[in-house]
């Protein structure tokens, strides 16, 4: 939302009560809750961010090169942060997330005639990478539940590990909690091995 640093109230329909054996007195009142507490100390995100380059024209400026490198580091994004059920607390944001993004580009071309035809070939390429610094969350007893250390756009699903074949594969295998399975559904693996696959324990990078 763009109101993050106020504590915002929504209303949430009426509350009844003093309501006679008879039914004909009724008082009510509007309801109302606490949508988020608001952080006043909230802020922008930052970014540090170094860049670095070479260009190169060779062969009597037929051979082009260029070169590129940055490393940028995001720091301060703003997440929903952890707090105890005890404080009583809804949504709470803070500038608390922090990833780093490192990438290299590059291309080179070659450019000539041969007598009144001129062409030029080329090519570019970049390799790009990035990596969860820090995420508000706690540290998982199973590793593959931690997102520290992969990839910013890293996705996780069950691990797919083939196709039930009939009936008597089904109840051999671990129990399969998001619904009716039949024969020929995907089959996923049950990661924490505790005899069930589950949204909570199940859940790895798979790309």
């Known amino acids: 939302g763009n109101?993050?640093?106020?504590?915002?109230?929504?209303?949430l329909g009426n509350a009844y009560f003093d309501k006679e054996l008879e039914g004909s007195k009724v008082h009510s009142m509007k309801?109302?809750?606490v949508d988020h507490d608001g952080n006043p100390d909230i802020g922008w995100g930052t970014m540090r961010e170094f860049d670095a380059g070479i260009d190169g024209i060779f062969l009597d400026n037929r051979l082009s090169i260029q070169i590129d490198y940055y490393s940028m580091r995001t720091s301060g994004i703003v997440m929903s942060a952890m707090v105890?059920?005890?404080?009583?607390?809804?949504?709470?944001?803070?500038?608390?997330?922090?990833?780093?993004?490192e990438g290299l580009d590059g291309s080179i071309s070659?450019?000539?005639?041969?007598?009144?035809?001129s062409y030029t070939i080329g090519a570019n390429g970049g390799f790009n990478?990035?990596?969860?610094?820090?995420?508000?969350l706690p540290e998982y007893e199973y590793e593959w539940l931690n997102r520290v250390g992969n990839p910013t756009d890293a996705i996780y699903s069950f691990n797919a590990i083939g196709l039930f074949a009939d009936s008597a594969d089904i109840a051999n295998s671990p129990e399969q909690t998001y619904g009716v399975v039949l024969p020929g559904n995907i089959k996923y693996?049950?990661?924490?091995?505790d005899g069930k696959v589950t949204?909570?324990?199940d859940k790895k990078m798979i790309g």
């Open 3 to 11: 109101y993050l640093y106020m504590t915002e109230w929504r209303t």
């Open 31 to 33: 309801q109302v809750y």
């Open 84 to 101: 105890p059920g005890v404080m009583g607390m809804t949504g709470f944001y803070d500038n608390i997330g922090e990833n780093q993004y």
């Open 110 to 117: 070659f450019t000539d005639n041969i007598g009144a035809f």
């Open 129 to 136: 990478t990035s990596e969860v610094i820090s995420d508000n």
């Open 189 to 193: 693996e049950d990661l924490n091995e």
């Open 199 to 201: 949204s909570n324990y």
